[in-house]
């Protein structure tokens, strides 16, 4: 008993506070805490918005313990920061930070463990800047968004990482297609306006009247599914798949030649790694950051927003272009393979939460306002649930 507890003591601890939401955020945290190396002693809090309207990740993260969080956005917002700061490990160690909850939590209590925030795109830059008085250490994924926080706290070079994340490289890939055979199409992704899903049936009514024959699977789930599926011609080859796990997703990917995913709102998607690890050629919107690093002219196509013409365009060059696809899906495989192996990218990140106490800083606490006028620090719980419901 007393040699466990020695032990324990002596592990590295880390804090996950991830949003039960499905989506890249979950899915990088999930690879980092699988590549946690011996030594690190892991707990995640789950935290999951009651009656959400967007699609729940369900994942059960593969740690030494998981917390289960429910907000219910009724209450009031201080007494959500309060609970969820009480859920929080009175010992020294790492935390990660993913979202806004957390965030402003840290904004009116202080905590033992150093802060290192995952600054994932363009909302977690504008985290980075309204909390920022918070965050010990920030790491980012791509050379845009590192570029603005260095122009944002330019005296803290030595806070911020660019540390690349990465996926497992699969021991299969997808097989040669033969001319004669229709392109076979992917989306992956969370069925919602900003991965631009309504984008998809425009882009296949394009195809359809050049007479490229292609088929489409889509995989995901999300708030605007019904409508997704309803909008595409009777026409249209298209299957709509959910699979239950992270490999099933990527053995189905690896059974397709192109990645289409004309987004709105993207940071360095984990859907556009994991599809290239198969050899996918992506047919994607260049976005700032990571999409533009990744996505040069040997690999695929990175296009204009809203511009389904271009997307049709391209899927039609890879469909009279078969060495060409061919060519692209080896740099695809390969670039990962060279880059974004997650057994050498997550190494980087451990290295740095080990030496989580030199980052550590005292803070100044803002306790900025939050929500509405029911929600206030004075107000007890039981009178802004009952306002609201009322409501």
Sequence with gaps: MAKNAIESSVLKKITYLIDDKLGGVSSLNLNLINQAPIGFLQTVINISELNASYTKAGIKYPVHKQIEFVVDNKCNAYTILKKLRSLIPEEEGVLILNYGTEMA?????????????LVHD?????????????????????????????????????????LSHGVEIPGFYRNHL?????????????FSKSK???????????????????????IGAGPEEYDFKTSWHKLDEVEFLSPRTNAEVIHIASQHDVFVLP??????????????????????????????????????????????????????KLHHNRELLEMMSISCRNKIIYQFNLENTSKSYFSVFSNHSTFKKEKKIQKRKLGSTLDQPFLPNMVTRFIRNLK
């Design 122 to 162: 363009e909302y977690n830059l504008r985290l980075a800047k309204e909390f920022g008085h918070v965050v010990d250490v920030f790491i980012c994924h791509n050379a845009f968004i590192e570029e603005q926080l260095l122009s944002m706290y330019p005296k803290r070079k030595k806070d911020i990482f660019f």
């Design 178 to 190: 033969p001319k004669n055979m229709p392109l076979r199409l992917l989306f992956l992704g969370r």
């Design 105 to 117: 939590m840290l904004d009116h209590y202080s905590v033992l463990q150093t802060t290192f925030q």
């Design 196 to 218: 631009g899903i309504f984008d998809l049936p425009k882009i296949a009514e394009i195809l359809r009247l050049k007479n490229v024959p292609v088929t489409w699977t889509c």
């Design 263 to 316: 987004t709105k709102f993207e940071g360095t998607p984990v859907s556009l790694l994991e599809t290239m690890s198969v050899g996918l050629v992506p047919v994607i919107t260049s976005l700032n950051g990571g999409i533009q690093e990744i996505v040069t002219e040997d690999i695929g196509f990175a296009l204009q927003i809203d511009d389904n013409e271009s997307f049709a365009n391209s899927i039609e």
